[in-house]
């Protein structure tokens, strides 16, 4: 199993990045699908969540702004990210589990994405 996490990259505060993470080995849509992300000195966090019915949670530091989402076809999982703050910069992890489990399994590798003028 792999996860692919990429996107990430420099944005200016007020922009977009949308972040994919492509899957081989699993199907995205037989799993919960989630994106973590962790800033320096901090802990890893959970940004995003999608389960397999499709039911979507997202921290409150980023409801309105961020949205989860997964393309079956292409096997891969989204997170649309808009209105970005500084705050936001950190590495973003993909993750997934099966909706039976609390523990997520699979990683990808990170992405950075930097809030920054």
């Known amino acids: 199993v792999q996860l692919q996490a990429s996107g990430g990259g420099l944005v200016q505060p007020g922009g977009s990045l949308r972040l994919s993470c492509a899957a081989s080995?699993?199907?995205?849509?037989?799993?919960?699908m989630a994106w973590y992300r962790q800033a320096p000195g901090k802990e890893r966090e959970l940004a995003a969540r999608i389960g397999t019915s499709g039911t979507t949670y997202y921290a409150d530091s980023v409801k309105g702004r961020f949205t989860i989402s997964r393309d079956h076809a292409k096997n891969t999982a989204y997170l649309q990210m808009n209105s970005l703050k500084p705050e936001d910069t950190a590495v973003y992890y993909c993750a997934a589990r099966r909706s039976y489990s609390f523990t997520y399994v699979y990683w990808g590798q990170g992405t950075q994405v930097t809030v920054s003028s």
């Open positions: 080995g699993l199907i995205v849509g037989n799993y919960d």
